[in-house]
């Protein structure tokens, strides 16, 4: 199927590791012009050889006048923004007994707060192409995980901006969905196992409760539904939440 995405300006925050990468990669492959925004340059090396297609921006995120320059000088390379991915996210583990008010405002900074900036000065683009814009969530704020309030409470957010964003564009025709995974094979995913005293031990617990296939998703497994998204082909679908998970959110974990 041809998704229509080729020469696309499509924004993609986070894009140089794990799930914003694997998302990067296939809007090269569809020949879309891919922007991403990240802390590092690594991606570039690691795209695909018919990457003239993709161009990475440093930026730190949590900063909104860094959200305002950065998207400035996207616009003035490229001219327009026909698709946003808010990707970029980590799971900073501030809990409610161990954590503090102060963290928690941070994190919530670190987590939701660049959707809304990014959103926000894209929009003026967004409205001119009648763009479409994806929010990667986490199931935690569906299932919570305990120990990680603020990223929980951002991811929540998310969500549910990502309905009241569908609605407040409705005018506009900009499409605004979200895509929610819950364990997926990246570099953020692997720190977090190495914080167990046994990650191998901890990967196979964790894989054998994911229903479809006992194993972890694939980064390229989000990056497809991300794609559709973006795409005309779901040109009358929006305020969804898309759960990629193996059914970990909502089939049954106990059944063996
Ligand atoms: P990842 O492997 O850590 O990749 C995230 C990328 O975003 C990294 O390159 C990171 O740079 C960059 N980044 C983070 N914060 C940034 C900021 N403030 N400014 C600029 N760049 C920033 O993470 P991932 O696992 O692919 O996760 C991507 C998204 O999926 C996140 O929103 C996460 O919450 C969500 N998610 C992931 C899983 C999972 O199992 N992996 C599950 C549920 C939800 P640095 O590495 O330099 O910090």
Redesign the pocket.
Known sequence: MDLHLKDKVIIV??G?????KAISKALVEEGAITVI????EETVKTLPDSSQKSHIFK????SYNACKDVLNEIVEEFGRVDGLVN?????DGIGLEHGSPEKFIQSLN?NAG?YYYMMHYALPYLKESKGSVVN????TSITGQGNTSGYVAA?GAILSLTREWAVELLPYSIRVNAVI????A????DAWLKGFADPQEKLKQVSKKIPLENRLTK?EEIANTVLFLLSDRTSHTTGQWLFVDGGYTHLDRSIS
């Not at 990707?87 to 799971?91: H, L, R, S, V």
Request: aromatic share 6%.
């Open positions: 925050t986070g140089a590791r794990g799930i914003g925004i990240d802390k590092s930026a730190d995120l949590t990707n970029a996210g980590f799971n670190n660049h990667i969530g986490s199931k991811k995974p819950a364990e997926v990246t570099p953020l995913y980064p």
